[in-house]
T-cell receptor, first 112, second 114 residues
Framework: ELKVEQNPLFLSMQEGKNYTIYCNYS?????LYWYRQDPGKSLESLFV?????AVKQEGRLMASLDTKARLSTLHITAAVHDLSATYFC????????????FGKGTHLIIQP | DAGVIQSPRHEVTEMGQEVTLRCKPI?????LFWYRQTMMRGLELLIY????????DSGMPEDRFSAKMPNASFSTLKIQPSEPRDSAVYFC????????????FGDGTRLSIL
């Protein structure tokens, strides 16, 4: 059974600081996704990571994937309040053909 | 382009009643997924379809849950009879089978069973 673990589950940080969210998964996969969810809203896709060593960046967010370590990271640089949300990583073990297994999510609060 | 459309957005009903949730995937997408989100269990995959055919329903919690996809543009998730523990947000998502693109999620149906 595929398991996906995120840490931390809760994170409160100040604007301007840097931090990293970690996502570990238990079985082989070459597809990892990061989603953002605002309270009461749907899930918005942030990144799709498809191969070992993949790195993608969008604004203050950067995601990376190490398939050998079964680890993905989401790095936040110089955080701003608008990045406050819950961030989920999700793994597809079926090569794009299966449903996703989600982590529990990281609830991120960025304070002025 | 229209995204994944779910209805209703909110549903409040009494225990024992039948509940039907509806989903219209993005045009051209041929994979459809139903997920459930609760505080206790997080996001769980219930069932998914490829080309209208159910592929894996192992996430469906009980026989009270059933899902259909009669055509490429419509799917339903039915709960009969409903119970308070079914209260959750139910998301539908769609994607293009085998594509590297992510799944696109609808706005969800917030279901409350009294």
């Amino acid at each position: 059974e595929l398991k996906v673990e995120q840490n931390p589950l809760f994170l409160s940080m100040q604007e301007g600081k840097n931090y990293t969210i970690y996502c570990n998964y238990s079985t082989t996969s070459d597809r990892l996704y990061w989603y953002r969810q605002d309270p009461g809203k749907s899930l918005e896709s942030l990144f799709v990571l498809l191969s070992n060593g993949a790195v993608k960046q969008e604004g203050r967010l950067m995601a990376s994937l190490d398939t050998k370590a079964r680890l993905s990271t989401l790095h936040i640089t110089a955080a701003v309040h608008d990045l406050s949300a819950t961030y989920f990583c999700a793994v597809d073990s079926g090569g794009g053909a299966d449903g996703l297994t989600f982590g529990k999510g990281t609830h991120l609060i960025i304070q002025p | 382009d229209a995204g994944v459309i779910q209805s209703p957005r909110h549903e409040v009903t009494e225990m024992g009643q039948e509940v039907t949730l509806r989903c219209k995937p993005i045009s051209g997408h041929n994979s459809l997924f139903w997920y459930r989100q609760t505080m206790m269990r997080g996001l769980e995959l219930l069932i998914y379809f490829n080309n209208n055919v159910p592929i894996d329903d192992s996430g469906m919690p009980e026989d009270r849950f059933s899902a259909k996809m009669p055509n490429a543009s419509f799917s339903t998730l039915k709960i009969q009879p409903s119970e308070p523990r079914d209260s959750a947000v139910y998301f539908c998502a769609s994607s293009l089978f085998g594509s590297v693109q992510p799944q696109h999620f609808g706005d969800g149906t917030r279901l409350s069973i009294l």
